[in-house]
Nanobody
Framework: QLQLVESGGGLVQPGGSLRLSCATS????????IGWFRQAPGKEVEGVSN????????WYVDSVKGRFTISRADAKNTEYPQMDSLKPEETAIYYC?????????????????WGQGTQVTVSS
């Protein structure tokens, strides 16, 4: 059974950094793309970053370009978004999700598998 487990959330001051992780199990390495999404209180789900397992292509929403970097550790079936220079408005629950695709997928509705989410709070 395909499973995704996020970790690494927490409280960080504005301008600080966090490194999240998404550990996956139950599906073949190269057949899926992994997406990171966030949902702030009262707001809709927003795509943050994606990475394809087939060739490591990445995508970032404009608001995080230059501050967020997503990488992967194939041996551990894990993706790691490094989030730097965090802002208070980025306080949200962050989710990783998987879709059966070798291409980047930006629409959250296409992702069939989701983790439970990890809370990120940016506050002084």
């Amino acid at each position: 059974q395909l499973q995704l487990v996020e970790s690494g959330g927490g409280l960080v001051q504005p301008g600080g950094s966090l490194r999240l992780s998404c550990a996956t199990s139950g599906f073949a390495l190269d057949d899926y793309a992994i997406g990171w999404f966030r949902q702030a209180p009262g707001k809709e789900v927003e795509g943050v970053s994606n990475i394809t397992r087939s060739d490591g292509r990445t995508w970032y929403v404009d608001s995080v370009k230059g501050r967020f970097t997503i990488s992967r550790a194939d041996a551990k079936n894990t993706e790691y978004p490094q989030m730097d220079s965090l802002k208070p408005e980025e306080t949200a629950i962050y989710y990783c999700a998987a879709v059966n695709s070798t291409k980047l997928v930006l629409d959250a509705d296409e992702f069939a598998y989701w983790g439970q989410g990890t809370q990120v709070t940016v506050s002084s």
